[in-house]
């Protein structure tokens, strides 16, 4: 079972910034794909960026541009983080960590972003 746990969510400006993280409990090479959705109230959970074991990264079309993924793994740990620019207030959303682990999907509890008009 991994466990995974997101965090930097916040509330900020239009226009402000924010890097979340999702620190995954499993060693990093048991992971191979991490990505970051989100989810706003009355709204279906969107694809907001991936990461692929090979590095491949892709992004959903109302972030392309203004967020990138990368990822920290050590013998130690495993984070991936999703830095966000330029926020909007549609950016607003619980945004929520999946990684696929040994060919099962794991997901976090989330972390809330709040954009200010």
């Known amino acids: 079972q991994v466990q995974l746990v997101e965090s930097g969510g916040g509330l900020v400006q239009t226009g402000g910034s924010l890097t979340l993280s999702c620190a995954a409990s499993?060693?990093?090479?048991?992971?191979?794909?991490m990505r970051w959705y989100r989810q706003a109230p009355g709204k279906e959970r969107e694809l907001v960026a991936s990461?692929?074991?090979?590095?491949?990264?892709?992004?959903g079309r109302a972030v392309a541009g203004r967020v990138r993924i990368y990822r920290r793994a050590t013998d130690k740990e495993d984070i991936a983080f999703l830095q966000m620019k330029e926020l909007k207030p549609e950016d607003t959303a619980m945004y929520l960590c999946?990684?696929?682990?040994?060919?099962?999907?794991?997901w976090g509890r989330g972390t809330q972003v709040t954009v200010s008009a």
């Open positions: 499993e060693s990093p090479g048991e992971i191979t794909v």
């Open positions: 999946k990684v696929i682990a040994r060919d099962s999907i794991f």
């Open positions: 990461l692929g074991g090979l590095g491949n990264t892709n992004y």
